[in-house]
């Protein structure tokens, strides 16, 4: 499983690139997938799903922002961090996008990056022309074995030569050979930067990106205190390998496709909670399973409900999840959604459990299947554990 974006530290937008081997190379291939039909779109459930967020049944959490604004996306949490991500033309997708990220403190800078693809080895330069002229000619910053390529981007320079521009060309550079030219739209940028300075309650001040203001950064108001969820873990305990006769009778209600013994998820959730999921469908890339907790001397299995209606998140039961893992070390429960087997788009989210259910730790989803690979989704909800 690919790792989701970092839940800690959205702003700061770190190299993290995915495991999906196999996805990283493919993405730049799609124009010639889509010609041959793959449909370059979220389900219409995955596409729910990846604007809204869990929330817990003492307080429900609402849904976070996630916008298109022309050929660019932006996306915030629940603590006003927020990030701005281009989009490719579904057709022309190559896995190069530019990214404006910057939290919600008063005194934050934004971070600019630049990720693209070049199978290439040996060193790498970028070159940015905006509106056909330069702008910048600067060395990759980093690069990892699958070809992405990403550099850092001084702020000061880039941003208000971005603000009206009506296209920015980005260029993979080697030596003296230049791979293919990338046009990125310039269409909507200053309407998302914008709509960020809004939502960080930036408008006016010197801090707002989209339009400077005179009022000092001292009027941004501070961040709201990340939730907490009390997580408890389980002590070292062996888990059982027959099915217990609750769960048995939960599952056999279920009506899923695929038998109950196939690839189970197994674990105790405290001392008493033992989870229990069991394939309940799948397709060539994704895979749903229905979860159920049992408590030790009841005779009732209960579905796991990890579905707000309330919210937006619908899914065909409360208890099914897709791209469903556990880690037992860690107590963590995790979805990764994917829209398409590419990898640019769905949703992915962790969960813990806190003795009586799952409460959401963080989410990040990217609805448009438009090239930003998986490590490249937006944050839209973090919370802290105790």
């Known amino acids: 499983m690919s ?3 970092s839940l800690a530290e959205p702003s700061a937008s770190p190299m993290a690139f995915s495991r999906r081997g196999a996805a990283a190379r493919a993405i730049v291939r799609l124009a010639r997938l889509v010609g041959r039909g793959e449909r370059a779109m979220v389900p219409a459930r995955c596409a729910l799903l990846s604007l809204c967020l869990l929330g817990s049944p003492a307080g429900p959490v609402h849904a976070q922002t996630l916008e298109t604004h022309g050929a660019w996306m932006l996306g915030c949490d629940n603590l006003r961090s927020c990030a701005v991500v281009s989009l490719e ?3 022309e997708v190559t896995g190069t996008h530019l990214r404006i990220a910057r939290s919600g403190l008063a005194d934050a800078a ?5 990720h693209a693809y070049d199978e290439r ?3 790498r330069r970028i070159r940015i022309d905006v509106d056909g002229a330069r702008l910048l000619d600067l060395d990759a910053t980093s690069r990892d074995p699958l070809g992405h390529v990403e550099t850092a981007l001084p702020g000061a320079s880039v941003l208000p030569a971005l603000r009206g521009a009506r296209a920015v060309t980005i260029t993979v550079v080697q030596g003296e050979e230049a791979g293919p030219a990338v046009t990125i739209g310039g269409e909507g940028l200053a309407a998302a930067l914008a709509a960020m300075d809004a939502l960080q309650k930036r408008t006016g001040t010197v801090t707002a990106l989209a339009v400077p203001g005179t009022r000092p950064a001292t009027e941004v108001p501070p961040v709201p205190a990340p939730p907490r969820v009390r997580t408890v873990k389980a002590p070292p305990a062996r888990v059982p ?6 769960i048995a009778r939960a599952v056999a209600d279920a009506d899923c496709d695929e038998p109950p013994e196939t690839r ?8 008493r909670t033992l989870l229990w999921g069991v394939l309940c469908t799948r397709g060539a890339y994704r895979e749903t399973y229905a979860l159920f907790t049992h408590r030790t001397g009841e005779r009732v299995a209960r579905a796991a409900d990890l579905a707000r209606p309330s919210l937006g998140l619908v899914t065909e039961r409360p208890n099914l999840l897709t791209g ?3 880690d037992r070390r860690t107590g963590i429960l995790s979805l990764d959604d994917l829209g398409r087997s590419l990898g640019d788009c769905g949703t992915s989210g962790r969960f813990a459990w806190d003795g009586q259910s799952f409460q959401v730790l963080g989410m990040a989803a990217m609805p448009d299947c438009r090239g930003v690979p998986h490590e490249g989704w937006l944050v839209t909800w973090r919370a802290d554990t105790r």
């Open 241 to 246: 390998t027959t099915m217990p006769a609750a």
């Open 89 to 91: 033309p579904a057709h």
């Open 264 to 271: 189970p998820i197994r674990a105790w959730l405290d001392e």
């Open 324 to 326: 469903a893992a556990f």
């Open 110 to 114: 934004p971070v600019l990056t630049l």
């Open 3 to 5: 790792p989701a974006p």
């Open 121 to 123: 080895r040996g060193a």
